[in-house]
């Protein structure tokens, strides 16, 4: 360090780093004095007053945990709380799962779905052999491109949208998946893919699997809209159950912050399950043991609360009726307003087709607005969307979904002219 320079760490050595653009569009939102500005940035839902909404199921089970005599604030075990991931499991798996019947699995509780995906992005950086590419979305959501550079994995990516369509590009994802070396690692949405909101059909799902076991690739499925997508926890994580029940050892990522609304407590999951044989619980022993580890030296143990409060729903019949009721009411709004929107624009006559509002599904839809639209809108509108077109659709209600229909109609007629 030479006297004049107080630290060993130059603009040089730190570079300065870019804001976050999610978090920088939501300051620049909350700096907006307008009376008809509208948020469609942040993944969180939002009711039809435009405010959080805190399930009633989570304010019961709420209540139940403070009036427990019993509550603490011990740590938890370095693997979380024991009824929270083994109820978690089931969800994802299915409570008849014949991997759970097996006990080839092993689940620990995470920092959310962030800390899921970091989790199993750290044990397969160190532990799958031959140090594999792992295939993203093109695109995907923006994370996952950090969190696998930050353990030094390669990183690839599959084409997934089609501009022309504003739908799945099937055959691009095939032929990619085809082509990456045995053995890779393919990350794939559950359900209500982010940021595009378009997911496979059942039968593209069907041969999906196929490509992939001809290859021997790896599945890491990324899960944060369970329930959430399509108001039915069942459907929609079909794919990660066909998987499994065609034998592909895999790992999960699992997110209780938008099903739960529980954004804030962190609440998560990573689940592996292992292939069956002679040895798989003594494989899934040696797997669930130094997840363990890397789990102690980054975070010793999860946080409590929100594991006790999903958990607790999660293991009671009639709570459990409950969220699912809550759920249905989550997806139903954010569905009837892809179909105001839709329907507004279609009765403008604004150029294009706008079928995929309503084709696609869950959180987010790509609306397909080009970045130029999408700064003119927050310019003159002031309408806050992330520039590659995305909107989030929790931030429409029946109060302002005119007065973006609008704005959309106007932009799109100018950039025609």
């Known amino acids: 360090m030479s006297p004049s320079n107080s630290t060993s760490f130059s603009a040089e050595a730190v570079p300065q780093a870019p804001e976050d653009p999610l978090f920088g569009l939501m300051a620049a939102y909350r700096a907006d004095s307008d009376d008809n500005?509208?948020?469609l940035g942040i993944g969180a839902?939002?009711?039809?007053n435009a405010q959080p909404w805190v399930l009633p199921v989570v304010k019961k089970a709420d209540e139940i945990l403070r009036n427990d005599p019993a509550l603490n604030h011990e740590y938890l075990p370095i693997a979380g709380l024991a009824t929270f991931t083994s109820a978690a499991a089931k969800l994802i798996l299915g409570a008849d799962s014949p991997a759970l019947a097996e006990k080839r699995t092993c689940s620990l509780q995470t920092i959310?779905?962030?800390?899921?995906v970091h989790l199993g992005a750290l044990f397969l950086s160190k532990f799958y052999p031959g140090k594999p590419t792992i295939y993203f979305s093109n695109p995907t959501w923006a994370n996952h491109n950090q969190i696998f550079s930050n353990v030094h994995l390669p990183i690839a990516t599959y084409p997934y949208f089609s501009k022309e369509t504003k739908g799945l590009d099937f055959e691009g994802m095939k032929q990619a998946i085809a082509d990456a070396p045995e053995q890779s690692i393919i990350l794939l949405h559950a359900c209500?893919?982010?940021?595009?909101?378009?997911?496979?059909?059942?039968?593209?799902?069907k041969e999906i699997a196929t490509l992939m076991k001809q290859k021997s690739h790896f599945p890491f499925f990324d899960c944060a809209y369970q329930g959430f997508a399509s108001g039915d926890l069942v459907k929609d994580i079909w794919a990660v159950r066909y998987f499994v029940e065609q034998g592909f050892?895999?790992?999960?990522?699992?997110?209780?912050?938008?099903?739960?609304?529980l954004y804030g407590e962190r609440a998560g999951c990573f689940h592996f399950v292992t292939?069956?044989?002679?040895?798989?619980?003594?494989?899934?022993?040696?797997?669930?043991?130094q997840l363990a580890i890397l789990q102690r030296s980054e975070i010793s143990n999860p946080p409590a609360y929100g594991a006790r409060i999903a958990g607790l729903i999660m293991n009671d019949e009639a709570l459990f009726a409950e969220w699912e009721e809550n759920l249905r009411t989550m997806s139903g709004r954010i569905i009837s307003m892809r179909t105001a929107l839709r329907s507004k624009l279609e009765e403008l006559g604004t150029p294009g087709t706008w079928n995929h509002i309503t084709d696609q599904i869950g959180m987010f839809s790509f609306t397909g607005l080009s970045e130029k639209q999408v700064l003119k809108l927050r310019g003159v509108a002031h309408v806050y969307m992330t520039k590659n077109g995305r909107i989030s659709?929790?931030?429409?209600?029946t109060g302002n979904v005119e007065?973006?229909?609008k704005a959309v109609d106007k932009v799109v007629r100018e950039s025609a002219q």
């Open 393 to 397: 659709m929790a931030g429409l209600n």
């Open 192 to 205: 209500a893919h982010n940021p595009t909101g378009v997911d496979p059909t059942q039968s593209q799902w």
């Open 45 to 48: 839902y939002r009711d039809n």
């Open 249 to 261: 050892e895999l790992c999960v990522a699992q997110s209780f912050a938008k099903n739960f609304g």
């Open 275 to 289: 292939g069956s044989g002679t040895d798989s619980q003594a494989t899934i022993g040696r797997i669930a043991s």
């Open 37 to 39: 500005k509208v948020d």
């Open 403 to 405: 007065y973006f229909a």
């Open 112 to 116: 959310s779905g962030t800390g899921a």
